[in-house]
T-cell receptor, first 112, second 114 residues
């Protein structure tokens, strides 16, 4: 089976712009989570979705939003980009009832 | 609130040696999971091993094993017969069984020297 996929791989945006990142979970996984990893740090939890409903939100401003589609894929949107939003954005999927999360390769966002 | 601390920013060992990475955590909850993830230079986050808090037996996956001390809130990772491919950042992570949201340590950079 294919693993978690994310697109695009790399992205360069200008301050103030908006960006959409995409994630497809492992087949059969209905839970998707998003994490932000700033260079040199551990990831920080942003959102968790299960069965198309938001199940958790980390300490991120309202400029960050997400959604999950009927096929369980997910999008992360960030508005009014700031230089500090430059990071690796990781998507992870999880099978219902199991705690382990499996990660995609990430999207590297650079804001200039 | 839960926190995870990794006090070793970087470690270096010779190939074939055994190395232990440290992790401590803080929580007032009783039901949770602990994980070690590996992040090589490609930055793909890879699950290494998982431990359920209710299990006293330490988890083992081939050359990787943990020493889980619940009372001390300690969760160390031992890598036996280390290989060049083990070179990576290693992250300790915690999740409550009520929400599965991962809380991460700052990571330990492990370098395996030939």
């Amino acid at each position: 089976d294919a693993g978690v996929t994310q697109s695009p791989t790399h992205l360069i945006k200008t301050r103030g712009q908006q960006v959409t990142l995409r994630c497809s979970p492992i087949s059969g996984h209905k839970s998707v989570s998003w994490y932000q990893q700033v260079l040199g740090q551990g990831p920080q939890f942003i959102f968790q979705y299960y069965e198309k409903e938001e199940r958790g939100r980390g300490n991120f401003p309202d400029r960050f939003s997400a959604r999950q589609f009927p096929n369980y894929s997910s999008e992360l949107n960030v508005n009014a980009l700031l230089l500090g939003d430059s990071a690796l954005y990781l998507c992870a999927s999880r099978h219902r009832g199991r705690p382990e999360q499996y990660f995609g390769p990430g999207t590297r966002l650079t804001v200039t | 609130a839960q926190t995870v601390t990794q006090s070793q920013p970087e470690m270096s060992v010779q190939e074939a040696e055994t190395v232990t990475l440290s992790c401590t955590y803080d929580t007032s909850e009783n039901n949770y999971y602990l994980f070690w993830y590996k992040q090589p230079p490609s930055r793909q986050m890879i699950l290494v091993i998982r431990q359920e808090a209710y299990k006293q037996q330490n988890a083992t996956e081939n050359r990787f094993s943990v020493n889980f001390q619940k009372a001390a809130k300690s969760f160390s990772l031992k890598i036996s017969d280390s290989q060049l491919g083990d070179t990576a950042m290693y992250f300790c992570a915690f999740a409550l069984d009520s929400n599965y949201q991962l809380i991460w340590g700052a990571g330990t950079k492990l370098i395996i020297k030939p």
